[in-house]
């Protein structure tokens, strides 16, 4: 169930909508006048949701360009090909 809070209780109660989002990690909506004017979230949560995005986007990405392309791809041809990258990168970070 969503927790929904006044706007003012953000300066009036902030340490429990504190404690709410970190307890539960979930956010808190808060109001003005009656309407949805804010989230509140702790920062883990708010990472977690923009890494949650990125995987989405890149799936997505990945099901468009199967759709347009014939091109397969084994696991070994891909866990050779980021190997090669990580070593490119480590031996351009050690140079």
């Known amino acids: 169930m ?3 809070r006044p706007v003012s209780d953000l ?3 902030f ?3 504190s ?3 970190h307890e539960t990690g979930e956010p808190v909506f808060l109001t003005k006048n009656g309407y949805g004017d804010m989230v509140v979230m702790s ?3 708010y990472e977690r949701k923009l890494f949650e995005s990125e995987i989405y986007f890149k799936l997505k990405e990945a099901e468009l360009e199967a759709q347009i392309t014939k091109k ?3 696991h070994k041809e891909i866990f050779d090909e980021l190997k090669a ?3 490119d990168r480590m031996k351009s970070d050690n140079a």
């Open 2 to 4: 969503p927790y929904i």
């Open 72 to 74: 397969r791809y084994s």
């Open 15 to 17: 340490a429990d909508i």
């Open 43 to 45: 920062m883990e949560a």
């Open 19 to 21: 404690r709410v989002v």
């Open 85 to 87: 990258k990580i070593s």
């Open 11 to 13: 300066r009036n109660n």
